[in-house]
C-alpha cells in the first residue's frame, strides 16, 4: 500500500493520522429487499431497528441502485465494476460463471493485503465451473454457489468452498436448521478471526427471497397482526407453499434485520468498530406484486419491482457507516450503483481499481464532499435462449439515467420512454411524445451504451429439489 494514496483517500489531517491501518470493508446485501421494506425507507409494518439505526449513524442515499433488476447480473456487475452493458453475466438463469480472466473486487482488494470472505450467495459460477468464489478472490466461501439451490431456506446443505456442509434435520420432510442463520454465525466466525484485518467481508443472505419461510420465533410476531395474503406457489411447484404470506415476509425482513444488529454489536465488542466501512443494501428491488405490495409498498412510490427496469426494480436501499469517517445522521440524493463499489472498496483500501470499468468511487461522497455526479446510469436485460445457447439478436429492454431525466425500453426491439424522475418518480407520465428530440437522443444513447454479451455457457441445471 502507498501510504501517500491511503492518506489522500481519507481525506488527510487528524482522520487519515489516526487510522493505523487499511479500513476493513463490509458489504451487507439483501435478496429482494425492497426500498421501501426498511422503516427509515418509511416502512409502517415490519420492525428493522438495527438497520434503522444503521442509517442514523451513518449516510442513506436516497437515489441508490442495483446493478441489475435481477439476481446475477446484478452481482456481476457489483463484483467486476461493469455495469450491464459489459458486465460479463448478464442473464439470470443462475449457474453462467465467470472466466478465470475476469477480476473481481475481492481480487482487488485481496491483492491489498485483505483477508476476504463471502458468506451467502455468489450466483457467479456453480461448483465445477471457473466460477466458483475461490478462483476470484475469496479466501472463503460459506453459502449457494447455484441461484436454484438458494431458492430453498432450508437446505440439505451449503457449500464450505468446495465441500458439502449438510445442515442438521433438514432432510425431507425436515425443517430444522435456518440456513441464513448458518451462514450468518460463519460470517461472525470470519469477523472474529480476522479482526487484526484488514478484512473484506460480503455477506450476502438469501431473504426475502421466496421461498417465504422463517422460523417459528420471526414468524410468531406477525401472526394475526399482518394478513396472511394468497397461499405462495410456483407454477412448477418447486417450491413449498406457506399460507402465512404477510407474516412470513414481515418475519424474514425482521430476521434479517436481527443480523445486521448481531454483526454491528461485534464490530464494537472486537474494537474495530471505526476501523470498520459497512453498507447495507439489496440486490434488486423488491419481488412483492400484487396484495402483498398493495401492503406493505415495499417498492415505496416507485412504479414495478423485481424483473422489470422501472425504478421499484432498480432502486434499493443504500446505507453507508464508518464513525468518524461519514457523516452521522445524514441523507444524500448522490445517486450511484453497484458498478461504483469496486472503484470506490479500492479507493478506501488504497489499490488501484482495473482502468476499463464503468463505476468511479464514491469516496468523497461518503465523507461528506462535494462530488461531480456520474454523467449516465445504464441498465439492460438481454434475453437469454437456452436452447440456442445463445442471446436473442435484439434491442433488449434497457434503462438509462442522466440527471433528472430516465429512459426505459420495457420490451425487446420496443419504444423509449421517457420520465421526468424529480417531477415524477413513479414514473407515471410517459413524456416521450411531448419531447420527441430529447427521447430519440436517448434512445440512440441506449444503443451506444453496450457492447453485445459474450458467448456463455450455462452448465446442466441441478434442478434442486426440496431437500437440496
Known amino acids: 500500500m502507498q501510504r501517500r494514496t491511503f492518506l489522500s483517500a481519507l481525506g488527510g489531517g487528524v482522520l487519515a493520522a489516526r487510522q493505523p491501518r487499511q479500513p476493513n470493508i463490509v458489504w451487507m446485501m439483501a435478496d429482494d429487499l425492497g426500498y421501501g421494506d426498511p422503516g427509515c425507507y418509511g416502512q409502517k409494518w415490519i420492525r428493522t431497528p438495527h438497520i434503522d439505526r444503521l442509517a442514523a449513524e451513518g449516510l442513506r442515499f436516497t437515489d441508490g441502485y442495483a446493478g441489475c433488476t435481477v439476481c446475477a447480473p446484478s452481482r456481476s456487475v457489483l463484483m467486476t465494476g461493469l455495469h450491464t452493458g459489459h458486465t460479463p453475466i448478464r442473464s439470470n438463469p443462475g449457474g453462467v460463471p465467470l472466466l478465470p480472466e475476469e477480476r473481481t473486487v475481492a481480487d482487488v482488494l485481496k491483492d491489498a493485503g485483505y483477508r476476504t470472505g463471502l458468506f451467502g450467495k455468489w450466483g457467479l459460477g456453480d461448483i465445477g465451473t471457473s466460477g466458483v468464489p475461490w478462483k476470484h478472490g475469496f479466501h472463503e466461501f460459506f453459502g449457494f454457489l447455484h441461484q436454484a439451490h438458494a431458492h430453498f431456506q432450508y437446505p440439505r446443505f451449503l457449500y464450505s468452498n468446495a465441500k458439502e456442509y449438510p445442515l442438521p434435520g433438514n432432510d425431507t420432510p425436515g425443517r430444522q436448521t435456518y440456513a441464513n442463520d448458518v451462514m450468518t454465525d460463519k460470517a461472525l466466525d470470519f469477523v472474529r478471526r480476522a479482526k487484526n484485518g484488514p478484512f473484506f467481508l460480503y455477506l450476502s443472505w438469501t431473504i426475502p427471497h421466496f421461498e417465504p419461510h422463517v422460523p417459528e420465533d420471526s414468524l410468531a410476531e406477525y401472526r394475526g397482526k399482518i394478513p396472511n395474503g394468497p397461499l405462495y406457489s410456483e407454477k412448477r411447484g418447486r417450491l413449498m407453499p406457506q399460507p402465512e404470506l404477510g407474516p412470513a415476509y414481515a418475519g424474514m425482513v425482521t430476521r434479517l434485520d436481527s443480523y445486521v444488529g448481531r454483526l454491528m454489536s461485534l464490530l464494537k465488542e472486537l474494537d474495530v468498530d471505526r476501523d470498520t466501512l459497512v453498507f447495507f443494501t439489496s440486490d434488486n428491488g423488491g419481488m412483492m406484486g400484487g396484495f402483498l405490495n398493495d401492503f406493505f409498498r415495499n417498492t415505496g412510490v416507485f412504479r414495478g419491482q423485481k424483473g422489470n427496469l422501472y425504478e421499484g426494480g432498480l432502486r434499493v436501499p443504500m446505507i453507508a ?148
Open 321 to 468: 457507516r464508518w464513525p468518524g469517517r461519514v457523516p452521522a445522521g445524514k441523507v444524500s440524493d448522490f445517486a450511484w450503483a453497484f458498478q461504483d463499489f469496486l472503484p470506490t472498496a479500492a479507493e478506501v483500501a488504497g489499490a488501484a481499481a482495473p482502468r476499463s470499468i464503468d463505476g468511479v468511487s464514491v469516496l468523497p461522497t461518503l465523507l461528506g464532499k462535494k462530488q461531480k455526479p456520474h454523467e449516465e446510469l445504464y441498465w439492460e436485460l438481454p434475453r437469454y435462449d437456452g436452447s440456442r445457447k445463445a442471446f436473442h439478436d435484439e434491442a433488449p429492454p434497457q434503462a438509462i439515467r442522466r440527471g433528472r431525466w430516465k429512459a426505459v425500453r420495457p420490451k425487446p426491439n420496443g419504444a423509449v420512454e421517457l420520465y421526468d424522475l424529480a417531477a415524477d418518480p413513479g414514473e407515471s407520465k410517459d413524456l416521450a411524445a411531448a419531447r420527441p428530440k430529447l427521447a430519440a437522443e436517448f434512445d440512440q444513447r441506449l444503443k451506444a451504451a453496450r457492447t453485445p454479451p459474450r458467448q456463455q455457457a450455462e452448465p446442466p441445471h441441478p434442478w434442486w429439489d426440496a431437500r437440496s
